[in-house]
């Protein structure tokens, strides 16, 4: 099994930028997850999808950022246009639903650097 | 609101010392209990689980037990390796059916040769 697979794995941008980070998550999962990570606020959960489906986005910061997944084997988080408080690792998980496990699996992570 | 309370770091360690990283919980119902790593460069992994009360997650040489009556889960090992330099987060998350996950702030672990 691959695992989790996020790219790029660094990206570094101007202010203003778009930017797109990309994940797969590991196959027959349908729950996905993308956080943020930050030495001032720790992870921070941004959005979760079940079977596809944006559950909830209230930890999106604000219009700027959009996560979509249109499929089970895609997901991809956009901020535009970027800024440099952006800058943090973003991460994706993904964990199969409804079972009492609940066991999260993470990915590498994209380490973002807005300049 | 449920939260996760986890020692502060870093924590500095020799060889071979017996590492506790302390974990205090507040939830409603019965969570679910999780320690994950994350060595550097990498994304959190897994390391132990507890699902119930005076259950047990093991793995690796790490233990933590689900207490319900100090509404902990903390994390020990007897002898600590330098390999495992890392970040430890404690989390939990809702009894079945829920999703979210609160996560510690993490703590890292430093241990010299």
């Known amino acids: 099994d691959a695992g989790v697979i996020q790219s790029p794995r660094h990206e570094v941008t101007e202010m203003g930028q778009e930017v797109t980070l990309r994940c797969k998550p590991i196959s027959g999962h349908n729950s996905l997850f993308w956080y943020r990570q930050t030495m001032m606020r720790g992870l921070e959960l941004l959005i979760y999808f079940n079977n596809n489906v944006p559950i909830d986005d209230s930890g999106m910061p604000e219009d700027r950022f959009s996560a979509k997944m249109p499929n089970a084997s895609f997901s991809t988080l956009k901020i535009q246009p970027s800024e440099p408080r952006d800058s943090a690792v973003y991460f994706c998980?993904?964990?199969?639903?409804?079972?009492?496990?609940?066991?999260?699996?993470f990915g590498a992570g994209t380490r973002l650097s807005v300049l | 609101g449920n939260s996760v309370t986890q020692m502060e770091g870093p924590v500095t360690l020799s060889e071979e010392a017996f590492l506790t990283i302390n974990c205090t919980y507040t939830?409603?119902?019965?969570?679910?209990l999780f320690w994950y790593v994350q060595y550097p460069g990498e994304g959190l992994q897994l390391l132990l689980k507890a699902t119930k009360a005076d259950d047990k997650g093991s793995n690796k040489g790490f233990e933590a037990t689900y207490r319900k009556e100090t509404t902990s889960f903390h994390l020990e090992k007897g002898s600590v390796q330098v390999s495992d330099s890392a970040v430890y987060f404690c989390?939990?998350?809702?009894?079945?059916?829920?999703?979210?996950?609160?996560f510690g702030t993490g703590t890292r672990l430093k241990v010299l040769a």
């Open positions: 998980a993904s964990r199969v639903s409804g079972t009492a496990k609940n066991i999260q699996y």
């Open positions: 989390a939990l998350s809702e009894a079945s059916g829920t999703y979210k996950y609160i």
């Open positions: 939830a409603t119902g019965y969570p679910s």
